[in-house]
T-cell receptor, first 109, second 116 residues
Framework: GQNIDQPTEMTATEGAIVQINCTYQ??????LFWYQQHAGEAPTFLSY??LDGLEEKGRFSSFLSRSKGYSYLLLKELQMKDSASYLC??????????WGAGTKLIIKP | GAVVSQHPSRVICKSGTSVKIECRSL??????MFWYRQFPKQSLMLMAT?????????EQGVEKDKFLINHASLTLSTLTVTSAHPEDSSFYIC????????????FGPGTRLTVL
């Protein structure tokens, strides 16, 4: 079956760095996405990785290892507004998104 | 700015009534739209894939006669929850591809449905 695993909840301190991991097992692979979702709102796009390596975009970076079925989202200089759920999703062989359950990130002052 | 709009944002209805949710792509054509449902503290669950001009493809376990999907134009897809019950209360979100970034899905703002 297809499976996406990510931690349920993480806590970090304002100004610090946090890494959210995601492992996946899917039928085919056409890229991995990270989305941010604030409570009661729709997800918003953060990053897309289809090749191995690190993609950096401001305070957020995303890493992919296809051989390991592994990705992480790195958030630097954490701000209180970064408190949200972070969803990992993989595009499978049919270009359908398979979603993880999301990681709730709690930022403390 | 927003590329996908959704209406209404919130709706409260009585059990047994039907509710229609509209999803529109703004300034671009969306041949495919996705409808998701999200229960509190859970991830997105794909309900169906809506294709313009053809029948929607429903995921296993989703009743097509209860969740009617119409994709009559390239910018509008509608989801109608028929004979709604309290267990249908959820956050309904539509999404589509815009084509400017490989496989990226743009989401509507979502509709919070509460069935009394």
């Amino acid at each position: 079956g297809q499976n996406i695993d990510q931690p349920t909840e993480m806590t970090a301190t304002e100004g610090a760095i946090v890494q959210i991991n995601c492992t996946y097992q899917t039928s085919g692979f056409n890229g991995l996405f990270w989305y941010q979702q604030h409570a009661g709102e729709a997800p918003t796009f953060l990053s897309y990785n289809v090749l191995d390596g690190l993609e950096e975009k401001g305070r957020f970076s995303s890493f992919l290892s296809r051989s390991k079925g592994y990705s992480y989202l790195l958030l630097k200089e954490l701000q209180m507004k970064d408190s949200a759920s972070y969803l990992c999703a993989v595009s499978d062989s049919n270009y359908q998104l398979i979603w993880g359950a999301g990681t709730k990130l709690i930022i403390k002052p | 700015g927003a590329v996908v709009s959704q209406h209404p944002s919130r709706v409260i209805c009585k059990s047994g009534t039907s509710v229609k949710i509209e999803c529109r792509s703004l300034d671009f054509q969306a041949t495919t739209m996705f409808w998701y449902r999200q229960f509190p503290k859970q991830s997105l669950m794909l309900m169906a894939t809506s294709n313009e001009g053809s029948k929607a493809t429903y995921e296993q376990g989703v009743e097509k006669d209860k969740f009617l999907i119409n994709h009559a134009s390239l910018t509008l897809s509608t989801l109608t929850v028929t004979s709604a019950h309290p267990e249908d209360s959820s956050f309904y979100i539509c999404s589509t591809f815009r084509g400017t970034r490989s496989n990226e899905q743009f989401f509507g703002p979502g509709t919070r449905l509460t069935v009394l």
